[in-house]
């Protein structure tokens, strides 16, 4: 996914990515019927239910990995990487279903595992033969669109750079037109021409669309463009610089027809709320189960080693900053949670001699997972902060409690990238909250897979882990 520290304006979902995915549904299923055929089996209820179960895991894991986002043109390599990860997680889940439920036998039937072979091949076929008809008939001309900008704005050249990447648009550019003196141009290109050459071109039909480039402030130049607009057959879109505001997961609703853009939002609203929370209490239930042991020794330790509770409870900063409780292994002589809470620092004398083992390999945040199915936390998020150091800091960082838009979690992309342990510089915290919001901007659920895995490998190291 590509990363813009600006913001992320979600992208229109194009009818012809909805007929892509139900093509796909329609190949699972045809597939399975012919190798029914081949194999001269009758369809059954069963069969009806391998084919329900792997076409909604395939239609969820598929949307995980953005195998039908609009605007991509994805090497084949990774197309096949994508397809065949989609189809083998759909499998995986029709197999469990199988070993807990009554309505399907085991899956242990010579055309099952076939089905399973073939399926992916005729997924891939079916892509392949479609990216090549339809990048055969842009190059032959056929299904393009001429499309001229007005604005030689730095936004108007980052759309001709989505163009000239994305050949999949078939889009024959004509040029920038644009009635300022050139050493107001933010392009590189020559301008073909002055505004109503644009216009005139397409009173006579030889543009079919037309981006307006121009900045909000530029309103009653607009207004003229477009009532001469007004007066051709050509499509005609208006595109705000909006990244000037400094997007967070931005995305555009209507209200009674007013179009409304969100600045600051949370990504996890409605279906990828309930994904987020389903991933969390999943894999949280399933970490808890290989921990309960280690976590019991754990305890005993740190009440026979030194005076005091076995859990330390600190008030935390929460989603949208409400406060709320956070568990760990006690690894100190004190427990801190006033106005003023002092940072872990090297050699630090509160530190206990098993705490200080245990906050260098993140053992004392393994409560924090009970924190997660209490749905107080998440497994990845923006790590939280005591209160008094969430008071000190909203104050000193731009945009520093956006980092509140989602659950705080056990892990996140700031610490797999280097942002763990002691932050005692404001630099230090700065870049701990650039990642935060970047992960906001960018998430996904398999963004949140991808976290887990390399926490496992470099999440819990850290130079300024105290």
């Known amino acids: 996914m590509k990363s813009d520290s600006r913001g992320l304006i979600r992208e229109y979902n194009s009818k012809l990515i909805v007929v892509g995915q139900l ?5 699972v299923g045809v597939t399975l019927w012919a190798v029914l055929d081949l194999k001269q089996v009758e369809w059954s209820d069963e069969h009806t239910w391998w084919l329900m179960i792997t076409i909604f895991g395939f239609y969820i894991f598929s949307g995980f990995l953005e195998l039908y986002k609009e605007n991509r043109s ?40 076939l089905w399973c072979l073939v399926v992916p091949v005729e997924l891939i076929s079916w892509h392949v033969i479609k990216n090549r008809i339809v990048r055969t008939a842009r190059k032959m001309g056929r ?23 994305e050949d999949w648009m078939g889009i024959d550019f004509i040029g920038f037109f644009d009635d300022r003196n050139p050493s107001r141009h933010d392009v590189e290109q020559v301008i073909s021409g002055k505004i109503n050459d644009l216009v005139n071109k397409a009173k ?30 050509a499509s005609v879109y208006y595109v705000p610089d909006l990244f000037v505001f400094d997007l967070l997961r931005s995305n555009i ?8 853009f969100s600045v600051y939002d949370t990504p996890f609203y409605g279906v990828d709320g309930a994904a987020k929370r389903a991933f969390d209490v999943i894999v949280g239930t399933f970490i808890l189960i290989l921990i309960a042991i280690p976590m019991l020794f754990i305890a005993i330790a740190v009440k026979v080693s030194s005076p005091g509770n076995i859990l330390f409870k600190q008030r935390r900063y929460g989603f949208r900053g409400e406060e709320i409780t956070v ?10 949670d006033g106005d003023k809470v002092q940072q872990a620092q090297k050699n630090d004398p ?3 001699k098993l705490g200080a083992f245990l906050r260098r390999t993140s053992l004392d945040e393994l409560p924090q997972f009970i924190n997660v199915l209490q749905g107080r936390m998440s497994i990845v998020g923006s790590r939280p902060h005591a209160v008094a150091h969430n008071e000190i800091y909203r104050g000193q960082i731009h945009g520093y409690m956006l980092r509140h838009k989602v659950k ?14 002691e932050t005692d510089t404001l630099d230090k915290m700065e870049g701990r909250v650039k990642y935060d919001l970047q992960y906001i901007r960018n998430w996904s659920l398999w963004g949140d897979f991808k976290i887990v895995f390399f926490t496992i490998f470099k999440g819990f190291k850290g130079d300024k882990v105290y």
Do not use: H
């Open 23 to 27: 093509l796909d549904m329609f190949v």
């Open 74 to 113: 994805l090497p084949l390599r990774q197309e096949i990487k994508q397809i065949t990860i989609a189809w083998i997680c759909s499998i995986t889940i029709l197999v469990v279903v199988a070993q807990f439920s009554r309505v399907i036998t085991p899956l242990n039937e010579e055309n099952f595992l």
């Open 143 to 165: 299904n393009t669109r001429k499309v001229g900008i007005i604005g030689g704005t730095r936004l108007g050249g980052e759309l001709l750079e989505v163009f000239n990447k």
């Open 204 to 233: 006579t039909g030889e543009v079919d669309i037309i981006y307006i480039t121009l900045a909000l402030k530029a309103e009653d130049r607009i207004k003229m463009i477009l009532a001469a607009l007004a007066d051709t057959t």
């Open 253 to 260: 609703n209507y209200i009674k027809g007013i179009p409304v």
């Open 327 to 336: 568990w760990k292994f006690r690894s100190m002589s004190v427990t801190e």
């Open 350 to 352: 509160r530190v206990t």
């Open 408 to 421: 705080p979690g056990i892990t996140g992309l700031a610490q797999i990238s280097g942002f763990r342990g």
